[in-house]
């Protein structure tokens, strides 16, 4: 199934297994899980939830500071 994925504005096509996790997508593109927050469709979700055909994932890198 293809999805879109958007990191850093920059958009991206992707081919995955449905049903597959948040989780296995950041694996595939090379990201850290624990470094990154996505939004799926507009929301945020849960690493583990599953993708769908046509679903817009955007990732975002967490920024920390002090």
Do not use: Q, W, Y
Not at 8 to 34: H, K, P, S, W
Not at 38 to 65: F, H, Q, Y
């Amino acid at each position: 199934m293809l999805i879109k994925v958007f990191i850093n504005r920059t958009e991206r096509t992707l081919c995955v297994d449905e049903g597959a996790a948040v989780t296995e997508i950041l694996e595939a593109l090379g990201l850290e899980e624990n470094e990154h927050l996505v939004l799926k469709n507009g929301s945020l979700i849960p690493l583990d939830e599953a993708v769908r055909e046509g679903d817009v994932l955007e990732v975002m890198r967490v920024v920390t500071g002090g």
